[in-house]
Structures are given as structure tokens and as C-alpha cells.
């Protein structure tokens, strides 16, 4: 299995929900990635996993919430998000994570409506 | 601070037209460089890196640290390769995307 998988591929939620997006991938790559994607603009890390211990943060707010369960999975809970919020979310994966970045493997993303 | 600037939102040739999409970088280090490519409703996906220094669909791209630039070239467009190409730094272990210039090529 050479692929990112993402699900669900498409949630709307009101501003009060809970809700999870959730990340799969069975390469064994160590390191795991969350960006955000508005329209007709590039992505935007959030946060990276490194050994299923977060290493990057960038400054994302506390209404997002990842969480790395095993070295295939990835998680990002939602809770009281905005409309400006809305976008496409994307995971990825690459083999490690350090000083040189490698390739990375992107999901195709859930795209996400906050009402 | 680092950054990668694509000058050209959109890039319009014609089948069988050279096509040039313009990268320039700004990083005080030896840079990683990186061209990803996003078809119309498929995932992201690497197209290049600089240190492979291989042509994948027909493209190329050469990192000049004189001019801190990492142009991807291709000599004969196909209208397959109409999409949104990203040029991105790697730095620290992130990456850092341009803009990203939408190619399109016509009939």
C-alpha cells in the first residue's frame, strides 16, 4: 500500500460540534503531517509528527487538536471552529523527518464547512 | 527568512510550445528544493527534487545558486500537464510552498 488515505473526504459541521478527521498510512513512514489548504492557495503546515511525538506546532489554535495514536495514524479533532476555518485538510507522510525533509506523501484531503 | 516566490499565477501555452515556470528561493543554507504538482482533482504529488537531478514527464529543472532559482522547464508542452505546480523549499524539516503557478495548455 503505497498510498495517504483520508476520511471522510468531505464533513460539514456547525461551529459548536466535535468532529474528527482522521489519517492512514501503512509505508512505514515515520513522520506525519497536517496542512491546510484554502482555495487556489498553497498549503499550509499545521503541525508534524516525528516518532508519534509532535515536533512542530506552528502556532495553530487550540480548537484543532492532533493526535497520533500509532506510527500510522493521525488524527485531528475539531472542536468550536470558525467559518474561516473551512478549507481542504491535508495529511501527509514521508519516511523520517529531521534536517533534510524528503519526499512526502499527500492524502487527497477532507474538505471541511464550517457552518 | 526563507521563501519561495512563483512569479506567474497562470501560464498559458500552447500544445507543443517550451514552457518555463519560474522559482526563486531565498535561504541562507544549501537548499532542498522541490517541484510538487496537482492535477485537476488528484493529490498532491511530488514531480522533482533537486538532488536527483533526473527528467520525470518530460520536465527538468536546475538549481542555480547564483541566482537563487529552480525554473521547471519542459520543451514540448502536452495538455496533460495543464495543472497547478508548486515549487516548495525544504527547511528544518518543513516545507515551504510558493505560491504555486497554474499551467495551462491549449489545443
Known amino acids: 500500500d503505497t498510498e495517504v488515505t483520508q476520511t471522510p473526504k468531505h464533513l460539514v459541521m456547525g461551529m459548536t460540534n466535535k468532529k474528527s478527521l482522521k489519517c492512514e498510512q501503512h509505508?512505514?513512514?515515520?513522520?506525519m503531517y497536517w496542512y491546510k489548504q484554502k482555495a487556489k492557495k498553497p498549503p499550509e503546515l499545521m503541525f508534524v509528527?516525528?516518532?508519534?511525538?509532535?515536533?512542530i506546532n506552528e502556532s495553530v489554535p487550540s480548537r484543532f487538536s492532533p493526535e497520533c495514536p500509532n506510527s500510522s495514524l493521525l488524527n485531528l479533532h475539531l472542536h468550536a471552529l470558525q467559518p474561516e476555518d473551512s478549507a481542504l485538510y491535508l495529511c501527509?507522510?514521508?519516511?523520517?523527518?529531521?534536517?533534510?525533509?524528503?519526499?512526502?506523501?499527500f492524502g487527497e484531503g477532507s474538505r471541511l464547512t464550517v457552518l | 527568512a526563507q521563501r519561495v516566490t512563483q512569479p506567474e499565477k497562470l501560464l498559458s501555452v500552447f500544445k507543443g510550445a517550451p514552457v518555463e515556470l519560474k522559482c526563486n528561493y531565498s535561504?541562507?543554507?544549501?537548499?532542498?528544493l522541490f517541484w510538487y504538482v496537482q492535477y485537476s482533482r488528484q493529490r498532491l504529488q511530488l514531480l522533482l527534487r533537486?538532488?536527483s537531478r533526473e527528467s520525470i514527464k518530460g520536465f527538468t529543472a536546475d538549481l542555480n545558486k547564483g541566482e537563487t532559482s529552480f525554473h521547471l522547464k519542459k520543451p514540448f508542452a502536452q495538455e496533460e500537464d495543464s495543472a497547478m505546480y508548486y515549487c516548495?523549499?525544504?527547511?528544518?524539516?518543513?516545507?515551504?510552498f510558493g505560491q504555486g503557478t497554474e499551467l495551462s495548455v491549449k489545443p
Open positions: 501527509a507522510s514521508s519516511q523520517a523527518w529531521g534536517a533534510n525533509t524528503g519526499e512526502l506523501f
Open positions: 509505508m512505514g513512514h515515520r513522520a
Open positions: 509528527y516525528s516518532y508519534e511525538k509532535l515536533s
Open positions: 535561504y541562507s543554507g544549501s537548499p532542498e
Open positions: 533537486h538532488i
Open positions: 516548495a523549499l525544504g527547511q528544518g524539516g518543513k516545507l515551504i
